[in-house]
T-cell receptor
Framework: KNQVEQSPQSLIILEGKNCTLQ??????????LRWYKQDTGRGPVSLTI?????NTKSNGRYTATLDADTKQSSLHITASQLSDSASYIC?????????????FGRGTQLTVWP | EADIYQTPRYLVIGTGKKITLECSQT?????MYWYQQDPGMELHLIHY???????EKGDLSSESTVSRIRTEHFPLTLESARPSHTSQYLC?????????????FGPGTRLTVL
């Protein structure tokens, strides 16, 4: 069964600190992995995308890593800001679907305190 | 920023009412999707469309129906709303080309049925 598991479920950090969010998946055949940021009451917005051959991708203060062998990904946030408070969702796409099917994790709810 | 719009953003209605949630995109994408998301849970695909006059049910059973008469428009209808339909509904669109299965999300409609 194709699944995406994220940890921790929630996280509270102080402004300016770094944090790392984890994602494990069993989706096969693997196409790509995305990290989305979803603010409360809004739709998800893509932060990074990585294919099988990529093991790291940065977008400003966000750096994602991918280990396709162990089927693990992480999202590292540097020098956190209050605006980083959101849910971060790991999303994996399979290669076998013409639909473009996505498999979603439940997200990590990040809260940044001043 | 993705050009995909949803209206209304918030809707509170009584049981038994008929409602239509609107979704439009101006990117010319052939594929469109409806997801349902409850707080702290993953997104569940309830409907999708490959193009005009194409609609399919997703993974999560839903009493809603959809139509795709125009490429840019993918409305979702509930004939008789019930409290169990209370949820956030997210619309997304994506292109067949490119191969990375990226989906762009609208801001969502928060539906509350009393």
């Amino acid at each position: 069964k194709n699944q995406v598991e994220q940890s921790p479920q929630s996280l509270i950090i102080l402004e300016g600190k770094n944090c790392t969010l984890q994602c494990n998946y069993t989706v096969s055949p693997f196409s790509n992995l995305r990290w989305y940021k979803q603010d409360t009451g809004r739709g998800p917005v893509s932060l990074t995308i990585m294919t099988f051959s990529e093991n790291t991708k940065s977008n400003g203060r966000y750096t994602a890593t991918l280990d396709a062998d162990t089927k693990q990904s992480s999202l590292h946030i540097t020098a956190s800001q209050l605006s980083d408070s959101a849910s971060y969702i790991c999303v994996v796409s399979d290669r076998g679907s013409t639909l473009g099917r996505l498999y979603f994790g439940r997200g990590t709810q990040l809260t940044v305190w001043p | 920023e993705a050009d995909i719009y949803q209206t209304p953003r918030y809707l509170v209605i009584g049981t038994g009412k008929k409602i239509t949630l609107e979704c439009s995109q101006t990117m010319g994408h052939d594929k469109m999707y409806w997801y349902q998301q409850d707080p702290g849970m993953e997104l569940h695909l309830i409907h999708y469309s490959y193009g005009v006059n194409s609609t399919e049910k997703g993974d999560l059973s839903s009493e809603s129906t959809v139509s795709r008469i125009r490429t840019e428009h993918f409305p979702l209808t509930l004939e008789s709303a019930r409290p169990s339909h209370t949820s956030q509904y997210l619309c997304a669109s994506g292109s067949t080309s490119g191969g990375n299965n990226e989906q762009f999300f609208g801001p969502g409609t928060r539906l509350t049925v009393l």
